[in-house]
Nanobody, 117 residues
Framework: QVQLVESGGGLVQPGGSLRLSCAASGTIFYSINTMGWYRQAPGKQRELVAVITKGGSTNYADSVKGRFTISRVSASDTVYLQMNSLKPEDTAVYSC??????????WGQGTQVTVSS
């Protein structure tokens, strides 16, 4: 069973930075195609933050373009989200996501990011 372990969330002041990490572990019979991050704020729907394909192509939500950077290390099945210039509206639970070559999706438990002074 694939497991995703996230780390790096926390409390940060507006304008600050955080780096989220997500490592896939467990039995993996298929390669990982897409890795990414979603977030859900209280009272709002879950939204895509950023995704990165096996080939390195990226896609970002308009609200985070220019501030967030997604990257991955395929050898260790790890994905990162560098978040700079954080705003209070970035406050949410951030969840890691992967899709393998069998088109099966896996989700992490989520990590809280709070941007507040």
């Amino acid at each position: 069973q694939v497991q995703l372990v996230e780390s790096g969330g926390g409390l940060v002041q507006p304008g600050g930075s955080l780096r989220l990490s997500c490592a896939a572990s467990g039995t993996i019979f298929y390669s990982i195609n897409t890795m990414g991050w979603y977030r859900q704020a209280p009272g709002k729907q879950r939204e895509l933050v950023a995704v990165i394909t096996k080939g390195g192509s990226t896609n970002y939500a308009d609200s985070v373009k220019g501030r967030f950077t997604i990257s991955r290390v395929s050898a260790s099945d790890t994905v990162y989200l560098q978040m700079n210039s954080l705003k209070p509206e970035d406050t949410a639970v951030y969840s890691c996501y992967i899709r393998n070559s069998a088109n099966r999706d896996y989700w992490g438990q989520g990590t809280q990011v709070t941007v507040s002074s």
